[in-house]
Structure formats: C-alpha cells, structure tokens
C-alpha cells in the first residue's frame, strides 16, 4: 500500500485506470532514479512517483534539476505496459504533449520546444526527462517531470536564463495539474503504438514547421540558425540553415539555446 500523501483524492479520481497509484516522498533524491529500480516490476505498472523534494534531481545531459521545496510538482510515472523497443524515442514527445495539454486547462499557454521543455517567454517552466529499461525487443519506460508552479524568495534566481513559473501567469494547484496529467496519459496511452502520429501531432503544438531554432551542437563554439521542418524518426529535428543547407540533428548532438 502507498502513502499517497497530498494526492490521495488524485489517486481516488483516477480508480479505474492504470494510473490510480500514487507513492507521495517528502524527499528521495530523484524520482527518475526510483522508478528506474521499478521497471519491469509488473506489480509497479502504472505507479507515479510524487517527491516534495528531490536532492538529486536530474534534467538532460546530466544537468541538475533545481527546485525550492514546496515550488515545483515533480514527479515520475512508470508507464502501466512494455513498449516495442523500437517506440521508446516516442516517448518523450508524448509525455511533452500530455503536459502541454494539461498546463492550458490550467490557462497556462506555454510553448513546446524541442526536444522536451516548455517555456514561457524565454524562462523554462516543465522539462521531461524519460528512463527506459530494454530487453531485445521489448522496453520499460518511465516519464520523468518537473514543473515549476509558483516563485518564491528561495527560488532560483541565479539559473540562467531565468527559469518561468505557472504563477507568473495564473495560480495552479500541484494535485489539480498533476490529475489532469494522469487524465492525458490515460486518454492517449494507445497512441504510444504509432511514433510516427505522435511526431505529427508534436510538429503541430510545436509549430513545426518554420519554428526558428538556435542550435548548439556538441564540440563546436558557435551556435547556428535554422528553421525546424519536421520531427524525424527516433526523434532528431530536421532544420534548414539559413544557408539553405537541409540536416537532421540528433537527439544526442546538440540542444537547443535561447
């Protein structure tokens, strides 16, 4: 049985589908990390991880995760079933779209940028970070999530660039977004069998194409400009340069600045 913590009405709303149980941790040091040592655990299928704080917290490329106590919902999500191996690269879209989706109920229009953050303005408010276990074929996947919902004095001012929060757009309640999450994983789960719709319906909340990206890849000093055309298979952005040069940048070699 799980200490459901604060969300034991979000577990009671979601009975009924595979995303009913809920593990509340005052602090663990990353929930990704805790659901990693879970997948493949059928009796884990489904279960989301919710930690006040995490000590650990981790973003893309090994960078930390900073979040106040209290100022963010973060949180990981074992998926309830096994995936082709093949359709792991989807699922970072997928989760991005679900979170996406659930901000704008809560009135916060925030823009989808690859691969897998949401801004406002300029300032990050959500980052995906997804963990997958593989065997041949098969796959276990978990989606991890931070998102920041309200600014405080502790906040940290000194990222750069400067981190957003749900707050300086509309107040939002951490079970409340966290339920309609849960409720957009439930009602897409099926999606997950076709990579090639969630690239589609991804390149349209993206604004893909003609979306301009500056792009740094890795092992080089100067970022360049582009406009994005498509998500391709396995995830990498197919850009222009403003040369007229046509690529595919891969997940793995270069991110995204701004």
């Known amino acids: 049985m799980y200490d459901f913590g604060p969300y034991s009405a979000v577990a009671a709303d979601l009975a009924g589908t595979p995303f009913s149980a809920i593990a509340y941790r005052a602090e663990t040091g990353s929930t990704n990390d805790d659901a990693a040592a879970l997948l493949g655990d059928p009796a884990a299928a ?10 650990h917290g981790k973003g893309r490329r ?103 929060f749900c707050d300086d757009v509309a107040p939002v309640d951490g079970a409340s977004l966290l339920r309609s999450i849960l409720r957009a994983f439930d009602a897409s789960l099926d999606a997950l069998d076709n990579p090639q719709r969630i690239a589609r319906v991804w390149e349209t909340a993206a604004k893909v194409p003609g979306r301009r990206y500056r792009l740094l890849k890795d092992g080089e000093r100067e970022p360049f400009e582009a406009t994005a055309i498509a ?15 046509r690529e595919t940048i891969a997940l793995a070699d270069a991110r995204a600045l701004r």
Do not use: M, Y
């Open 62 to 164: 090994g960078r930390t995760w900073i979040a106040h106590p209290g100022s963010a919902l973060l949180f990981t999500t074992i998926l309830p079933r096994e995936l082709p191996s093949s359709h792991l690269w989807a699922v970072p879209f997928w989760t991005v779209l679900a979170v996406h989706r659930a901000l704008r109920d809560c009135a916060i229009d925030a823009s989808i940028v690859w691969p897998n953050d949401l801004l406002l303005g300029t300032g990050k408010v959500a980052g995906v970070l997804c963990a997958s276990r593989v065997s041949g074929e098969s796959a276990w996947s978990a989606c991890g999530i931070g998102i920041n919902l309200r600014r405080s004095p502790e906040a940290a001012e000194r990222i750069d660039p400067l981190p957003g």
């Open 46 to 55: 489904g279960l989301t991880i919710v930690a006040e704080r995490q000590t």
């Open 231 to 245: 998500l391709a298979n396995g995830g990498g952005l197919v850009v222009r340069r403003d040369d007229g040069t």
